[in-house]
């Protein structure tokens, strides 16, 4: 018989995600912890406490997505049935799009599209509380979650942050006094919205609409931090406002600060920084394009587009609500969609679908070898060429160099200008000589369903 643990969930919890490399910080554990935990900010950097000489409850673990997304599961459970193609999971229709509403456009990170919709569901009366992650006001260099009651709140909660943010921690509020609720989050922190509502868990019974986000890469705090040293500033109190996503499509990162200096350099300059500061959870994340839920929404990246300007998204109806919603707006003329095929959206995120589907299991594979610890999905790819392999050991080894405390200063010491200058044209290169390699028959790749008990 096993020893009495007082601690078990605590201790199942810590050394399952939080000691491991792959805790995400979604703020998820805390939010259903029942005021066992709280998340503790240091120096942008989150981890939980126990505030109480308890075990936290079971669904604490549960809930967690940093360890288990069963993927084929939850698939079953949000769409009933499992997706037609992995690459890119379960939808009805798909669309490249904007918002009509200028203002709105163009404030927000790509078409406006999930700010619109979300104003919308608000407007009609669909939703009385809509979820959204702001810059906060005291400490503009980090995001919170609130719930938004208001345009003005959600005109304020527009663009992407790409920085940790613990969005889950919003659970601690709900239900609250909230009747219907939209949800926007990033693909592991939908996970477990999705799991918690497998669970029939109270916080999130009224959650009745989930847009999802496009992700290739969430960056660690320490990419604001050398953000900044590389631009000559020490102070993150000398921040009066920060964006990603700034101005035009595709903006800017910009920070303004208190002196009335603004720092400001393009989003695809500012990539710099992703292969130094990318977080280990979303190097081995396998989602790209929030597969569960309802509505998902990425960048319309594509030279038509990108000349165009405005702001443009490529918007993923996956379910029937997702669908219907967008399908209402348009017929009020909220929204520009215009039907695209499953090929188009494959040729205009082939990276990023590569980069997960074939880049981030290799990756795991390459750990549960090394015998550390591996997240786990329910499913697998069983074909990815030789090539693929060869590709992601020189991709593996370039950002092992780009992490090296003395690589990041060499890239702090460098003029800014030159450096996303720099990073654009090797980026170009690298995306030209992979081409056949990471672009070439996506669709060939198959994919099997795992064993896997846990939800
Ligand atoms: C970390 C990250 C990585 C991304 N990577 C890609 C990519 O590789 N390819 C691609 O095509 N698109 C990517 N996106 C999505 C893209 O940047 C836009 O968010 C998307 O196109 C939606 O645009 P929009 O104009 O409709 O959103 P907006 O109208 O600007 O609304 C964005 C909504 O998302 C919420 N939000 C923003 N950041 C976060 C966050 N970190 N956590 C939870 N909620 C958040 C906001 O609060 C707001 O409600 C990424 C987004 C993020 C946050």
Avoid at 275 to 301: K, R
Avoid at 397 to 414: A, C, H, T, V
Wanted: net charge positive; glycine share 8%; proline share 4%.
């Amino acid at each position: 018989m096993r020893p009495y643990n007082k601690f078990m969930y605590w201790d199942k919890l810590k050394k399952e995600i939080i000691d491991t490399d792959l805790y995400s910080r979604s703020g998820t554990e805390v939010g259903v912890s029942g005021g066992v935990l709280d998340l503790k900010e240091k120096n942008g950097d989150y981890y939980p406490i126990k505030l109480l000489d308890r075990d936290i409850p079971e669904i604490s673990c549960k809930a967690s997505s940093d360890k288990y997304i069963n993927y084929p599961k939850l698939n079953k459970f949000v769409f009933g049935k499992l997706p037609e193609s992995w690459l890119v999971g379960e939808y009805k229709k798909i669309f490249i799009g904007h918002i009509k509403n200028k203002n709105v456009r163009r404030n927000a990170s790509s078409g406006g599209i999930v700010t619109g919709a979300q104003k919308y569901l608000l407007q009609k009366k669909l939703v009385d509380g809509v979820i959204t992650t702001k810059m906060k006001k005291d400490q503009p260099y980090l995001s919170e979650s609130i719930i938004a009651t208001s345009t003005d709140e959600i005109l304020g909660g527009a663009q992407s942050k790409y920085v940790i943010s613990p969005t889950n921690l919003i659970l601690r509020d709900l239900p609250g006094k909230y009747n219907s609720l939209v949800y926007t989050g990033l693909p592991e922190q939908i996970a477990s919205i999705r799991k918690l509502q497998y669970y029939k868990h109270d916080s999130v019974k009224n959650i009745n609409y989930v847009f999802g986000l496009f992700y290739g890469e969430l960056l660690s705090f320490s990419a604001l931090t050398s953000f900044l040293k590389t631009h000559k500033v020490c102070d993150l109190k000398k921040i009066k406002r920060l964006f990603y996503r700034y101005g035009e499509w595709p903006g800017s990162m910009r920070v303004e600060l208190k002196d009335g200096r603004i720092i400001s350099v393009k989003k695809f300059y500012a990539n710099y920084l992703i292969p130094s500061h990318i977080t280990n959870f979303s190097y081995y994340q396998v989602d790209y394009m929030s597969e569960l839920a309802d509505i998902s929404v990425g960048d319309g990246w594509s030279p038509v587009y990108e000349k165009r300007g405005d702001g443009w998204s490529v918007i993923i109806a996956r379910s029937e609500k997702g669908l219907k919603l967008l399908e209402d707006m348009e017929k009020e003329e909220r929204v520009y969609l215009q039907e695209i095929s499953f090929g188009d959206l494959l040729k205009m995120h082939s990276h990023g679908i590569d980069f997960k589907k074939r880049g981030a299991f290799i990756r795991i594979a390459n750990r549960r070898k090394k015998g550390l610890p591996v997240p786990e999905y329910g499913y697998e790819p069983v074909n990815i060429p030789a090539s693929r392999f060869r590709i992601e050991k020189l991709l593996s080894f370039l950002f092992w160099l780009f992490k090296q405390r003395f690589f990041i200063m060499i890239l702090e010491n460098l003029p800014p200008k030159f450096l996303g200058w720099f990073f654009v044209l090797a980026r170009d290169v690298w995306k030209k000589k992979t081409k056949n390699a990471k672009k070439g028959n996506l669709t060939g790749l198959r994919f099997k369903i795992k064993k896997m008990d846990n939800i």
